[in-house]
């Protein structure tokens, strides 16, 4: 008896009047019998026994109860439908200390939600769904769910439905019991009173544990429709304990309440004057950058290419860097994706005196070809007077120019020398510098130090560097100018 | 001043951070993955979220609830993730909650490919959801337009209460050049509107449904109201060399980069060319490119499309001037020289003088 006399009593996290319908302030727009009505105010008692009611954020579905915000006088929240879980993540997320309710219906849930709630349970979210499920499509006027039992008519099954069709019934808590994160999953039965007061006792459960701070838990309700189902309340009732607990057996599939700690709370926000620091961009990871631009107008336009491996994108980084270092405009744009799967790899670097209008570079006025697809492909785009460095003793014959100067050696040799392949690259790079002269040693140093992040590599490069200069210097002579 | 040799994709993500963001949902698509990779590596170390969600679908959803949770949150694509989120740009504009999301333009239609095109045009600015909506589309030229329109973004977007896009392409998302980012870092706002799960906050309601018809239509007024608003006060672009102009050239993003090339190399020939640059393609520069139709010959249009914008041109010129397009698709960035020819033919086709001799230097 006092059970009853609670129930009759309005929650305090309902609203005293629903603001809805001007006449209808104090009735609810579900119809008589409906489970969401009862599960409704199973919710809004538990949120008053917990006292949480300042705290709780209800996330509203589409559906039958999508009108949930007119009567729980809590944070609302309206999602797309079978979104509320994505929805309810982040809103968790972002107010750690909330209370969310994910309410949704078998249609919302199980079927075009079907991978937010499965990601939501299996990230272990610590969220309370409390998931409706009447076998049919309420709002919509009474179209198969994925919960539909065999053979059963709907609008949409107008034969009953088939297994060869539709398949079979979904079992959301048989499914979600699969896997490892959920720490709470019953499914109970409004099918009488002994089923409400169960589902009462889940609902509570569900809150409590994400008050206690552990993760994911999901009610399922098996729920009267008598509208659709086209039944009295009482058969309503009656259909839930004949047929739908058959095919959907109550009970707790998961229960793991006492054996997961709290999930470990988030570590406190660094002060905004930690920021630049945490973000690299103190003095350790920029550029100081001269305020005047050197005075001689120049537009270096370079392109890079080889086979990815041979650090053609790094070569590229460390001559922009320099150039930033120099005060110069700089802009580097590489060639991406499915290009350097295929092997090849180029990229595009200008270094400029004055704002670099185009990026991109057609006519460069200096190639570095790592290999001799590269040579070939770019090799007649060079603009005359321009240097290419090419990383092999000979040119092809029908790579030939006399209008461009070439600066031609085995670099990757020269790494070996040195005791690793993979600084041939930076080997080109001081041939590079020592032939053309495009920015100061200084500042090709501090790119380096800037750019490779370990000591040891630091040191190859520097040794790849001098190897390149003193190459070059036996190389270059009688150039175009 | 400091400056950071930096790829546009990242400086999107320092700066947002810079700006108050604190929640980053995504799903990783080349040419924008690196989003994602730099949000995974910030977001934790300045307090914020970062999760990899189970799509752009869930991603888009997850920021409505991080907005409407009062958290300033972005995410970040490319065409086939932001073909997803559609349905939820729509209901983040029907709620009114200001989020970014940064699009990172590939070649399309279907899977495409990953190479840089604008074919994302029509389905960002004109809105691929359902319903009277728009989004504000800011769309950078540099990579320190990425982080300053980034950083703008969120203001616009609170300002507005609406979704705010940052449209790039891949070449602008991939490539790197110096950045000197905002001095101070913004603090965390409080939006009185928001679901905060306070006591003060507790009657908020966040929502998209308007059941009764004169009530949804007084919403959709009012959000009227707030982009005529907004294209009376947001119109940003940028001109070059239009002063004396008898062609406007018109393009955004990298297209636009091509496009100073391209000015350039004309002016060294006598064609007086300039460019019209809209920073803002929603709401778009409609004054400025009558205005230079008062003393410019005609149009030219360039994108990495088959022409999308191009349609906004000829609504803003309403025939007051002749438009001729050039577009290139598939991931093909055209060259300079090649855009150049294009605005020659042009040129002489309306009459716009172009001296042979000089031509000859080309
Ligand atoms: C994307 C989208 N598709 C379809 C709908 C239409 N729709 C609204 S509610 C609903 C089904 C709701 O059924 P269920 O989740 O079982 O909730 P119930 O009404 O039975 O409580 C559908 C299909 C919609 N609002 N949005
Ligand atoms: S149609 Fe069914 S689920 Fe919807 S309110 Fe009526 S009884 Fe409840």
Same mark, same amino acid.
Request: net charge negative; with cysteine; proline share 6%.
């Given at each position: 008896?006092?059970?009853?006399?609670?129930?009759?009593?309005?929650?305090?996290?309902?609203?005293?009047?629903?603001?809805?319908?001007?006449?209808?302030?104090?009735?609810?727009?579900?119809? +008589?019998?409906?489970?969401?009505?009862?599960?409704?105010?199973?919710?809004?008692?538990?949120?008053?026994?917990?006292?949480?009611?300042?705290?709780?954020?209800?996330?509203?579905?589409?559906?039958?109860?999508?009108?949930?915000?007119?009567?729980?006088?809590? *944070?609302?929240?309206?999602?797309?439908?079978?979104?509320?879980?994505?929805?309810?993540?982040?809103?968790?997320?972002?107010?750690?200390?909330?209370?969310?309710?994910?309410?949704?219906?078998?249609?919302?849930?199980?079927?075009?939600?079907?991978?937010?709630?499965?990601?939501?349970?299996?990230?272990?979210?610590?969220?309370?769904?409390?998931?409706?499920?009447?076998?049919?499509?309420?709002?919509?006027?009474?179209?198969?769910?994925?919960?539909?039992?065999?053979?059963?008519?709907?609008?949409?099954?107008?034969?009953?439905?088939?297994?060869?069709?539709?398949?079979?019934?979904?079992?959301?808590?048989?499914?979600?019991?699969?896997?490892?994160?959920?720490?709470?999953?019953?499914?109970?039965?409004?099918?009488?009173?002994?089923?409400?007061?169960?589902?009462?006792?889940?609902?509570?459960?569900?809150?409590?544990?994400?008050?206690?701070?552990?993760?994911?838990?999901?009610?399922?309700?098996?729920?009267?429709?008598?509208?659709?189902?086209?039944?009295?309340?009482?058969?309503?009732?009656?259909?839930?304990?004949?047929?739908?607990?058959?095919?959907? +057996?109550?009970?707790?599939?998961?229960?793991? =309440?006492?054996?997961?700690?709290?999930?470990?709370?988030?570590?406190?926000?660094?002060?905004?004057?930690?920021?630049?620091?945490?973000?690299?961009?103190?003095?350790?990871?920029?550029?100081? =950058?001269?305020?005047?631009?050197?005075?001689?107008?120049?537009?270096?336009?370079?392109?890079?290419?080889?086979?990815?491996?041979?650090?053609?994108?790094?070569?590229?980084?460390?001559?922009?860097?320099?150039?930033?270092?120099?005060?110069?405009?700089?802009?580097?744009?590489?060639?991406?994706?499915?290009?350097?799967?295929?092997?090849?790899?180029?990229?595009?670097?200008?270094?400029?005196?004055?704002?670099?209008?185009?990026?991109?570079?057609?006519?460069?006025?200096?190639?570095?070809?790592?290999?001799?697809?590269?040579?070939?492909?770019?090799?007649?785009?060079?603009? +005359? *007077?321009?240097?290419?460095?090419?990383?092999?003793?000979?040119?092809?014959?029908?790579?030939?120019?006399?209008?461009?100067?070439?600066?031609?050696?085995?670099?990757?040799?020269?790494?070996?020398?040195?005791?690793?392949?993979?600084?041939?690259?930076?080997?080109?790079?001081?041939?590079?510098?020592?032939?053309?002269?495009?920015?100061?040693?200084?500042?090709?140093?501090?790119?380096?130090?800037?750019?490779?992040?370990?000591?040891?590599?630091?040191?190859?490069?520097?040794?790849?560097?001098?190897?390149?200069?003193?190459?070059?210097?036996?190389?270059?002579?009688?150039?175009?100018? | 001043?400091?400056?950071?040799?930096?790829?546009?994709?990242?400086?999107?993500?320092?700066?947002?951070?810079?700006? !108050?963001?604190?929640?980053?949902?995504?799903?990783?698509?080349?040419?924008? /993955?690196?989003?994602?990779?730099?949000?995974?590596?910030?977001?934790?170390?300045?307090?914020?979220?970062?999760?990899?969600?189970?799509?752009?679908?869930? /991603?888009?959803?997850?920021?409505? !609830?991080?907005?409407?949770?009062?958290?300033?949150?972005?995410?970040?694509?490319?065409?086939?993730?932001?073909?997803?989120?559609?349905?939820?740009?729509?209901?983040?504009?029907?709620?009114?909650?200001?989020?970014?999301?940064?699009?990172?333009?590939? !070649?399309?239609?279907?899977?495409?490919?990953?190479?840089?095109?604008?074919?994302?045009?029509?389905?960002?600015?004109?809105?691929?959801?359902?319903?009277?909506?728009?989004?504000?589309?800011?769309?950078?030229? /540099?990579?320190?337009?990425?982080?300053?329109?980034?950083?703008?973004?969120?203001?616009?977007?609170?300002?507005?209460?609406?979704?705010?896009?940052?449209?790039?392409? !891949?070449?602008?998302?991939?490539?790197?050049?110096?950045?000197?980012?905002?001095?101070?870092?913004?603090?965390?706002?409080?939006?009185?509107?928001?679901?905060?799960?306070?006591?003060?906050?507790?009657?908020?309601?966040?929502? /998209?449904?308007?059941?009764?018809?004169?009530?949804?239509?007084?919403?959709?007024?009012?959000?009227?109201?707030?982009?005529?608003?907004?294209?009376?006060?947001?119109?940003?672009?940028?001109?070059?060399?239009?002063?004396?102009?008898?062609?406007?050239?018109?393009?955004?993003?990298?297209?636009?980069?091509?496009?100073?090339?391209?000015?350039?190399?004309?002016?060294?020939?006598?064609?007086?060319?300039?460019?019209?640059?809209?920073?803002?393609?929603?709401?778009?520069?409609?004054?400025?490119?009558?205005?230079?139709?008062?003393?410019?010959?005609?149009?030219?249009?360039?994108?990495?499309?088959?022409?999308?914008?191009?349609?906004?041109?000829?609504?803003?010129?309403?025939?007051?001037?002749?438009?001729?397009?050039?577009?290139?698709?598939?991931?093909?960035?055209?060259?300079?020289?090649?855009?150049?020819?294009?605005?020659?033919?042009?040129?002489?086709?309306?009459?716009?003088?172009?001296?042979?001799?000089?031509?000859?230097?080309?």
């Amino acid at each position: 008896m006092s059970e009853f006399s609670v129930l009759q009593q309005k929650a305090e996290s309902f609203y005293p009047n629903y603001g809805r319908k001007a006449e209808l302030q104090h009735q609810t727009h579900y119809c +008589p019998g409906c489970g969401h009505g009862i599960i409704s105010k199973l919710l809004a008692r538990a949120i008053d026994e917990l006292g949480i009611q300042d705290r709780t954020i209800l996330v509203n579905p589409v559906g039958c109860s999508v009108f949930g915000y007119y009567y729980f006088d809590v *944070g609302n929240i309206q999602s797309a439908h079978g979104r509320a879980p994505a929805v309810a993540t982040a809103a968790k997320r972002a107010r750690p200390h909330s209370v969310v309710v994910s309410y949704q219906g078998d249609g919302d849930l199980a079927a075009i939600g079907t991978a937010e709630i499965l990601h939501a349970a299996n990230r272990g979210e610590p969220i309370t769904v409390i998931f409706v499920n009447n076998a049919i499509y309420g709002m919509t006027g009474g179209q198969l769910a994925p919960t539909t039992p065999v053979g059963a008519k709907s609008t949409t099954t107008p034969y009953g439905r088939s297994i060869f069709n539709e398949g079979y019934p979904l079992h959301v808590c048989e499914t979600l019991a699969s896997l490892e994160a959920p720490v709470y999953l019953e499914r109970v039965a409004i099918g009488n009173i002994k089923g409400i007061l169960q589902a009462g006792k889940a609902i509570r459960r569900g809150l409590e544990n994400q008050v206690n701070g552990l993760g994911f838990s999901l009610i399922e309700v098996l729920s009267p429709c008598p509208t659709i189902w086209k039944t009295t309340p009482q058969d309503a009732q009656k259909r839930i304990r004949e047929e739908l607990s058959k095919i959907y +057996p109550v009970g707790v599939f998961r229960d793991l =309440t006492g054996d997961r700690g709290a999930r470990p709370a988030a570590l406190p926000a660094p002060t905004l004057n930690e920021l630049p620091a945490l973000l690299e961009l103190d003095a350790a990871h920029t550029f100081e =950058t001269p305020d005047r631009r050197p005075t001689q107008a120049v537009d270096w336009r370079i392109k890079v290419a080889g086979f990815g491996g041979q650090g053609v994108l790094m070569l590229g980084e460390v001559l922009a860097e320099a150039g930033l270092a120099a005060g110069l405009d700089v802009s580097w744009l590489p060639s991406y994706g499915p290009e350097m799967r295929s092997g090849t790899s180029n990229c595009h670097v200008r270094l400029a005196t004055h704002a670099i209008d185009s990026p991109l570079i057609s006519r460069p006025n200096v190639l570095l070809a790592l290999n001799e697809p590269s040579l070939r492909k770019f090799v007649h785009t060079v603009e +005359p *007077g321009g240097w290419v460095l090419y990383n092999a003793d000979t040119l092809p014959p029908d790579c030939r120019r006399d209008d461009v100067n070439f600066v031609t050696d085995s670099f990757t040799k020269i790494a070996d020398g040195i005791g690793d392949t993979r600084v041939g690259n930076i080997v080109m790079l001081g041939a590079l510098m020592e032939a053309a002269h495009l920015v100061g040693d200084e500042q090709v140093d501090a790119a380096l130090a800037h750019t490779v992040k370990s000591a040891r590599w630091l040191e190859f490069d520097r040794k790849a560097l001098v190897a390149g200069k003193l190459a070059a210097r036996r190389i270059v002579q009688g150039v175009v100018q | 001043m400091p400056k950071q040799l930096i790829k546009g994709n990242e400086a999107i993500v320092k700066s947002a951070i810079l700006a !108050g963001c604190r929640a980053f949902y995504g799903y990783p698509i080349t040419p924008a /993955s690196e989003l994602a990779e730099a949000a995974a590596k910030y977001m934790p170390l300045a307090g914020g979220t970062f999760l990899q969600a189970e799509s752009e679908t869930a /991603s888009i959803y997850m920021l409505f !609830g991080a907005a409407a949770a009062g958290v300033r949150a972005m995410t970040a694509s490319s065409g086939p993730g932001i073909s997803l989120m559609q349905e939820g740009l729509s209901y983040l504009a029907g709620a009114e909650l200001p989020c970014v999301i940064a699009d990172i333009m590939r !070649g399309g239609p279907g899977l495409g490919n990953i190479a840089p095109e604008q074919g994302d045009y029509n389905q960002v600015v004109k809105g691929g959801g359902h319903g009277c909506y728009h989004t504000i589309v800011l769309a950078p030229d /540099s990579v320190q337009e990425m982080a300053d329109l980034t950083a703008l973004a969120f203001d616009l977007a609170d300002a507005y209460r609406n979704p705010v896009f940052v449209l790039a392409d !891949g070449a602008i998302g991939q490539m790197m050049e110096p950045v000197e980012f905002m001095a101070r870092p913004v603090e965390p706002r409080h939006m009185p509107w928001a679901v905060e799960a306070t006591p003060e906050t507790r009657k908020n309601l966040v929502t /998209s449904i308007y059941l009764e018809p004169d009530n949804l239509e007084a919403h959709i007024r009012k959000l009227e109201a707030k982009y005529r608003r907004c294209e009376r006060e947001e119109v940003r672009f940028e001109e070059y060399q239009t002063g004396d102009a008898e062609v406007v050239l018109m393009g955004y993003g990298i297209t636009a980069r091509i496009l100073k090339a391209v000015v350039e190399q004309l002016r060294a020939t006598g064609l007086r060319v300039g460019l019209l640059r809209p920073i803002t393609l929603y709401p778009f520069p409609v004054a400025a490119v009558q205005r230079l139709a008062r003393s410019a010959k005609l149009f030219g249009v360039v994108e990495l499309s088959t022409g999308q914008m191009l349609d906004d041109v000829r609504l803003a010129l309403n025939g007051a001037r002749p438009v001729e397009f050039y577009g290139r698709a598939g991931g093909n960035v055209p060259p300079a020289e090649e855009v150049a020819r294009f605005v020659r033919r042009i040129a002489r086709q309306y009459g716009v003088a172009v001296a042979e001799e000089e031509l000859a230097h080309v």
